[in-house]
């Protein structure tokens, strides 16, 4: 099928099909281009990070966890201000 077939038959779904459709489309593009630009030891590291995350689940943080921990950090390494 080609891309013109493709957008004729497309063109005869509804709203909501056609934004899936293209929400879909748009994403993919996305991470093609990003995975595009990883060098190879890059995409090593990521693989075996998902990996490591697949095999150990209970070992991931919440948002919020994450969140609250580095704003813990932050405050330990902020200058401290001096009173006048």
Avoid at 45 to 53: A, H, I, N, V
Wanted: net charge negative; charged share 45%; proline share 4%.
């Amino acid at each position: 099928m080609t891309a013109i077939q493709v957008l004729k038959a497309a063109k005869k779904l509804s709203i909501g099909e056609r934004e899936r459709i293209a929400h879909e489309l748009l994403v993919s593009v996305e991470e093609d281009e990003l995975e595009g630009d990883l060098s190879p030891a890059l995409r090593a590291e990521l693989d075996r990070r998902l990996d490591e995350l697949e095999e150990h689940p209970e070992r991931c943080l919440s948002l919020e966890e994450s969140d609250r921990r580095i704003k813990r950090l932050l405050r330990r390494t902020q200058p401290k201000r001096c009173s006048r």
